[in-house]
Nanobody, 115 residues
Framework: QVQLVESGGGLVQPGGSLRLSCAAS????????MGWYRQAPGKQRELVAS???????TYADSVKGRFTISRDYAKNTVYLQMNSLKPEDTAVYYC?????????WGQGTQVTVSS
């Protein structure tokens, strides 16, 4: 099991940046894959970025070149650096961890991109 706590969301103007953090309650070294999803009002939850322990990092086409996912093993934390934010990035962002076949989710953090 693992508990995930997100932070770093907020209101930002278009073109701005935010960094989301996801603190895990246990070592993330043994967690097969960690990632970020988002859900906008009236839409399904979608993958934003996924970073496995081995294998390629995956990004949604809509965020490629703007968002970067990273893992800090010393802090048991996963980050999502978001640059050049657009109004369409507005959503609740959720941290995700996959341990064998079980998925774990954080409570979500709101990101609003608006002038």
């Amino acid at each position: 099991q693992v508990q995930l706590v997100e932070s770093g969301g907020g209101l930002v103007q278009p073109g701005g940046s935010l960094r989301l953090s996801c603190a895990a309650s246990r070592s993330i070294f043994s967690i097969a894959s960690m990632g970020w999803y988002r859900q906008a009002p009236g839409k399904q939850r979608e993958l934003v970025a996924s970073r496995p322990n081995s294998g390629a990092t995956t990004y949604a086409d809509s965020v490629k070149g703007r968002f970067t996912i990273s893992r800090d093993y010393a802090k048991n934390t996963v980050y999502l650096q978001m640059n050049s934010l657009k109004p369409e990035d507005t959503a609740v962002y959720y941290c995700n961890a996959r341990i064998t076949t079980t998925q774990y989710w954080g409570q979500g953090t709101q990101v609003t991109v608006s002038s």
